[in-house]
């Protein structure tokens, strides 16, 4: 049948299994918009309230999900509003399609009226990027768009569609969702080599990143841990790969990871790296990152094999996969000693100390908001102190269960994202914890919350500055506080949430925790609901790795004297 070329673009996303878009029209996406007015009984569309907020939202949706997240903006500043959330998207690996407007094709190149080259802008920030030159090749490539970013390494995809195109007809056929692209086959002797390093091992060490979970291995994960006898640990985009709760946790590595996370690693003899790129956050100094161990090095992405550290043997292919054959391989092992050493140890992890006129602290906060969902909350973060504290005391049960900005660390993040997640996740409760300073950056996604119902809850951790870098000021840069104190900002969060429909709740002492945080659990059954946290200034993220320092030895206190 001939259709114009905005209904093929939405006919070719049911055929995708999109059920759900995030954008905001403008002239160069009117067509499209139309035909998304005429399917609004097949397709959910949700206008936000700035291009970027859409991005995260699709963003959010897409990691909660598993499945491709879908955003639309027009052209010119609607296409280059969305920058900043396909590059998270890219750093992190998430499966996103991002739909963009342009000027008609005879205007191309002439600067017209909000025309920009967006293809040439994202090309360094995708798995690949098109524009569409004619209406008989829009549908294949919408199709083509689905698959790379679904296939191998997860990741954004831009279509680019002048605005003649979408007005143009061509014959349509439908056409089922192809599946991934496959992986060349697994390497036998790569598997052998790792079998026979965990078979000699006494104190191997599983260290977890975002690709267990983009693979939807963690029960693969969960059987190889057993067999190895063997501690295990994450990265921040790995929160939620290996169950929390279990013994065998010993938290996150890097930067804000554990003592008893570094202890481990410097004791270990082998080192088991899943899915994970070994971000500098993580490794500190490359030269001495596991330096008493075998490095084995499992992932999707040969590019990362190699690439900030050197290891001693490498398997690539899709993780369920490598798992489940390894897994084939190996024997049940038992590693008595090494295993009361570090999951028995007392490390001296850090506890929170709030103030006198302050006591509050994020980490009974936090904690508390775990007992209360059982851990079975969605978490969103911003970046910054808000994001570490929510990777250390929420026990993450499940994957897909911890979203946040990790390689591209972007403040403002977190609301958008938490937004997309609730939508593919309506039975879920969804928690966005923020900083006061990464909380403003977007705000105005609480608009998005109320206008559609989106009903989740916003932490907003108030210490009036920007928390980490403070924090790096007191300790690198001779308590010169530049810029980081926000004490001229007086937003009363409970005027901001009414002008917005949405009840704000305050936590100001330790006895509002429990009742506050049930009532918000409560209101947003129903609605969504904010929650101001008041924290003191110089409550700080421990432990600490200084950045390109060996991880060994955190830092577990830091001196407040002026």
Not at 152 to 157: A, D, E, I, T, W
Not at 166 to 175: I, R, S
Not at 541 to 549: D, E, Q, T
Request: hydrophobic residues 40%; aromatic residues 6%.
């Amino acid at each position: 049948m001939k259709l114009s070329g905005s209904d093929i673009i939405v006919e070719c996303l049911l055929e995708q299994g999109a059920d759900t878009v995030f954008g905001y029209p403008g002239g160069a996406v009117l067509n499209i918009y139309d035909s998304l007015y005429k399917y609004s009984d097949k397709i959910h569309h949700i206008i936000t309230s700035h291009e970027q907020g859409a991005c995260h939202a699709a963003d959010g949706y897409a990691r909660s999900t598993g499945r491709t997240g879908v955003v639309i903006a027009t052209s010119g500043p609607g296409a280059t509003n969305l920058i900043t959330g396909i590059a998270t998207a890219y750093m992190d690996s998430v499966p996103l399609v991002a739909i963009t407007g342009n000027v008609s094709r005879n205007l191309l190149g002439l600067d017209s009226f909000q025309e920009v080259d967006i293809t040439g802008i994202t090309m360094p920030i995708t798995k690949h990027n098109f524009i569409v030159q004619n209406v008989e090749d829009l549908a294949d490539t919408i199709r083509l768009a689905f698959r790379i970013a679904s296939s191998g390494r997860k990741g954004p995809v831009l279509i680019d569609i002048p605005k003649d195109i979408t007005a143009a007809f061509a014959e349509y056929e439908k056409q089922p969702a192809q599946a991934p692209f496959e992986l060349p086959e697994l390497d036998n002797a790569d598997l052998d080599r790792a079998a026979e390093l965990i078979k000699n091992s006494v104190r191997p060490y599983i260290y977890t990143g975002g690709g267990v979970i983009a693979s939807d291995a963690s029960e693969e994960l969960k059987r190889l841990a057993e067999l190895c006898d063997a501690p295990v640990s994450s990265s921040l985009m790995g929160q939620g790969a290996y169950d929390e709760t279990d013994r065998r946790y010993i938290g996150m590595l890097g930067m804000h990871g554990t003592v008893k996370a570094a202890y481990a690693l410097n004791h270990c003899d082998l080192f088991i790296g899943i899915g994970t790129r070994f971000s500098d956050r993580v490794t500190g100094d490359t030269s001495v990152f596991g330096k008493n161990a075998k490095i084995i090095h499992i992932d999707i992405d040969p590019a990362e094999f190699n690439k900030n550290i050197d290891v001693y043997t490498t398997v690539s292919g899709d993780v369920k996969a490598v798992l489940s054959a390894l897994c084939e391989k190996i024997e049940q092992k038992h590693n008595p000693e090494w295993c009361s050493e570090v999951l028995d140890g007392d490390f001296g992890e850090p506890v929170q100390q709030g103030t006198e006129e302050l006591p509050v602290t994020p980490q009974a906060v936090i904690s508390k908001l775990d007992e209360l969902t059982n851990g079975e909350a969605v978490i969103s973060t911003e970046v910054g102190q808000n994001q570490m504290w929510a990777a250390q005391y929420y026990n993450y049960r499940k994957p897909r269960h911890f979203i946040s900005s990790g390689g591209l660390g972007t403040m403002g993040f977190g609301l958008g994202a938490s937004l997309g997640a609730k939508v593919g996740n309506p039975d879920k409760t969804v928690v966005n914890i923020a900083g006061d300073g990464s909380f403003a950056m977007n705000l105005n996604e609480l608009i998005t919350a109320s206008a559609h119902g989106i009903n989740i809850i916003q932490l907003v951790i108030n210490n009036h500055v920007l928390g980490m870098v403070r924090q790096w000021q007191r300790l690198f840069y001779e308590k010169h506080f530049s810029q980081t104190t926000l004490d001229a900002r007086h937003i009363d969060y409970v005027k901001l949430g009414e002008a917005f429909g949405i009840k704000t709740l305050v936590i100001e002492k330790n006895e509002d925790i429990q009742p506050v945080l049930s009532e918000a659990l409560e209101i947003s059954k129903s609605a969504p609901v904010m929650v101001e946290v008041r924290i003191d200034r110089d409550i700080n993220v421990l432990p600490m790795i200084p950045a390109g320092k060996p991880v060994v030895d955190p830092i577990t206190a830091i001196s407040l004297d002026d």
